[in-house]
T-cell receptor, first 116, second 113 residues
Framework: GAVVSQHPSWVICKSGTSVKIECRSLDFQATTMFWYRQFPKQSLMLMATSNEGSKATYEQGVEKDKFLINHASLTLSTLTVTSAHPEDSSFYIC????????????FGDGTRLSIL | AQKVTQAQTEISVVEKEDVTLDCVYETRDTTYYLFWYKQPPSGELVFLIRRNSFDEQNEISGRYSWNFQKSTSSFNFTITASQVVDSAVYFCAVRGEGQNFVFGPGTRLSVLP
């Protein structure tokens, strides 16, 4: 089946640093990728959607200058949390889809980000 | 607008009991998809089922079964003879045609030995 690999799975860093999370589709072309954020004991909230080669579309309330998304190829999208602060600590999950809106969407295993 | 309600925040059962997780959805689309995902403590989302709006047949997969009732906009999930390994957070989600996923708040299931 379709596999989405997310790296790293866990990262701890100091406040003020920037953190990059990678999301790769291993056996299919991800024309569209999604980034979600999940705070403890809460549901997944969509942050942004990106199509390969295009700028990401951010959901309301998500700072695009804070959360930089790059979807430069059909198999890789990156999320960079710039100047991370403790309130950015969360579980970040990427998802990828090959084709139109009604195609299956596959989820990565998530990245647990802890900012000290 | 799309919305998913999972009224049960937390459920505890004893092993071997049956348990039903409720899901009520809202969507304006006539074509839509419903999903259930399991999220164990390790965090990854485990896909359980996808059902489209035109298929109201109930489905059984091992100890899992799903009851789709379009008339009440419900897509309930039953685990028969629950096991400790079933302990997880379960999310119901809806996606209208051309829309993004909307997840429910989740139900935390604890199966006690």
């Amino acid at each position: 089946g379709a596999v989405v690999s997310q790296h790293p799975s866990w990262v701890i860093c100091k406040s003020g640093t920037s953190v990059k999370i990678e999301c790769r589709s291993l056996d299919f072309q991800a024309t569209t990728m999604f980034w979600y954020r999940q705070f403890p004991k809460q549901s997944l909230m969509l942050m942004a959607t990106s199509n390969e080669g295009s700028k990401a579309t951010y959901e309301q309330g998500v700072e695009k200058d804070k959360f930089l998304i790059n979807h430069a190829s059909l198999t890789l999208s990156t999320l960079t949390v710039t100047s991370a602060h403790p309130e950015d600590s969360s579980f970040y999950i990427c998802s990828a889809r090959d084709g139109g809106a009604n195609q299956p969407q596959h989820f990565g295993d998530g990245t647990r980000l802890s900012i000290l | 607008a799309q919305k998913v309600t999972q009224a049960q925040t937390e459920i505890s059962v004893v092993e071997k009991e049956d348990v039903t997780l409720d899901c009520v959805y809202e969507t304006r689309d006539t074509t839509y998809y419903l999903f259930w995902y399991k999220q164990p403590p390790s965090g990854e989302l485990v896909f359980l089922i996808r059902r489209n709006s035109f298929d109201e047949q109930n489905e059984i997969s091992g100890r899992y079964s799903w009851n789709f009732q379009k008339s009440t906009s419900s897509f309930n999930f039953t685990i028969t003879a629950s096991q400790v390994v079933d302990s997880a957070v379960y999310f119901c989600a809806v996606r209208g045609e051309g829309q993004n996923f909307v997840f429910g708040p989740g139900t935390r299931l604890s199966v006690l030995p």
